[in-house]
């Protein structure tokens, strides 16, 4: 539900009355000796620790630089009651990220452990440490890292931090931890700079998500506060929606009004979003002529497309490209695009400016084109019930072609013609138009499209050891992502990070060689890898027999799903399909045993598993394709048992072991 706060001087607050946080951020709270003596948690019986409370006190305040930053003071006070709980959350890191566009940081770490005995220990400053967790393209996500002194099951631990962030007419308030939380509270004091909302009659209101909060309530020196209890931990899984989307938060943004009706709310941006994209799509003369000369003698209306995509693609420079970087002087020298003409003569801009150019160069050629807005399925899943374009985060082109829409992505390095991101894909899109409402799904790529295609040729010695060589190649999402993940890499970090994934899979024992990268930032061509192995041990030897795994792409690899029971529903990124071809040379003397081969099945109509197992007229070779399709994307949580069942079933045909022995007769 929507909720309207009353704050008269919303926009009337300066800087100079950003005052200190109250006294209480820097005093421990007393502890309740209920809480002292609790034996037990309150809200989930087999919980290893509970916490009694997590409070947030949030802000604006000057960043010292004549900026304005988001300061949330955050205070957890958690009861540990047993070894698990002191191995799980008597370590803590809290994570804080570096963009292009902007960081967060974390500051003012303190925390204590009291010991069942009545005793206090501080943790020292000294022990709190930095480490750096993710880097990837201009992302670095790191973390304060901290293990809190003397704890053991029964102690009361309690920390507290200062997150500082970019300010934001927008803020996501996250209700759920990895621990259940008796009482979770937020002290907001609303945005005192007016650029972060949308006018001076905008009010501060909020959308809880997944949960249940209290309205908001004044508080002193100007903060209003909500609550929520008994909140149950959140528990991640695998192939579950992206957390937001599932787990309880509390959005607050800025609006004049909470009364908006949805669909006349979306006509409205609409209609903005055509205005809008009407002058940025601006046509001259020149661009009508490069349309002409880059479409040629191309008759049908994708072929048209697909060369005004490869042309934005290859021939205009993207600013922020990972892999074609510009240097700090040739940025100084950028002018400024205010046109698609500008883009087309300056030969450089940004993912929007290449856009816009290829939807003008469209627009030449006669095609109907449009400004759209987008949402992230990989952050949430956008309702278009709630009026306001918060989720609508990314900004295109699209071009009518028949009856759909058809988005176009000129400036995404790797993105073959027709796909685009996964998280844009299969989503409402809101498509700007002067008098209709439009929301059209956007396309999915195909399973065939996105495939991983496996070969090896391989040879097995008579003590069980396999050799031989493997060519991988990627196409489509998971092509995309192996680039996204390798290129801004140096040669010799991309051969390690192939090195330890195949290890983390085959083992230690497994000896690799001659590892070769392709295409690695290649804009068409497919990633592929390749590379030599020598696997001791990979056959388990018993007498004169040999038991052997054929399917060597499969060897090491889990299950998909190995729990029982589903707290989630099931989401798949996108749909792929996979194609192993292995040929295993036997040793010398040694045939199949009266082998049989693992079971083609289908999952319903979203998947497809067949598996051939054959051996060579002359007996010396073993021969084994597996072809996988999956098509499903999202999956109620009421369909787990079946599904699992279908990814246990391909787990076990994976792991099926053939029999060899010596001095066996040939199976025909």
Known sequence: MTRQLPLARLFCLVLFSLCALPAYAQDWKPLDPAHVTL????????????????????????DGYGSIQRALNHYVRLKIFTERGVEQHGKVDIYYFTLRNGSSNVSNIAGRTYKPDGTMVELKKDAVFDREVVKQGGLKLKAKNFALPAVTPGCIVEYRWKET??????????????????????????ASDVGLASGPSAGMRSMTFHGQTTPFVKEPNGFWSTT???VPAFKEEPRMPPEDAVRAWVLLYYAASDKLVPQEYWKMMGKKLNEEFKGLLKVNDDVKKAAASIIGDAAEPEQKLQRLVEYCRTKIRYINDPVNKMSEEERKKLKENKSPADTLAHGYGYKLDINLLCGALALAAGFDVRGIRMPDRSDIFFDPNFPDDVFLDARGVAVKLGEQWKVLDAASRYMPFGTQPWEHEGVQALVGDPKELIFARTGITPAEKSQIKRNAQLRLSEDGTLEGTVRVVYTGHP????????????DSEREEYLRNNLKKRLGSEAELSEIKLENVTDQFKPFTYSYKFKYPGYAERTGKRLFVQPAFFQKGVGPMFSTSARQHDIYFNYAWTEDDAINIELPEGYSLDNAEAPNSFTIGQIGDYKVRLAITKDAKTLIYERKFKFEGMLFPKTTYSELKRAFDQIHQQDNHAVTLKQGAAAVK
């Open 479 to 490: 092509g995309i992502r192996e680039k996204q993940e390798l290129d801004e890499k140096s």
């Open 39 to 62: 034996k037990a948690p309150t809200i989930d019986k087999d919980a290893d620790a509970e916490a009694i409370f997590w409070e947030v006190r949030m802000q604006d305040e000057p």
């Open 165 to 190: 962030l970019p300010a934001s007419a927008y803020e996501r308030l996250h209700l759920q931890r990895e621990y259940p939380i008796q009482l979770v509270k937020y002290y907001v004091r609303p």
């Open 228 to 230: 929520a209890t008994n």
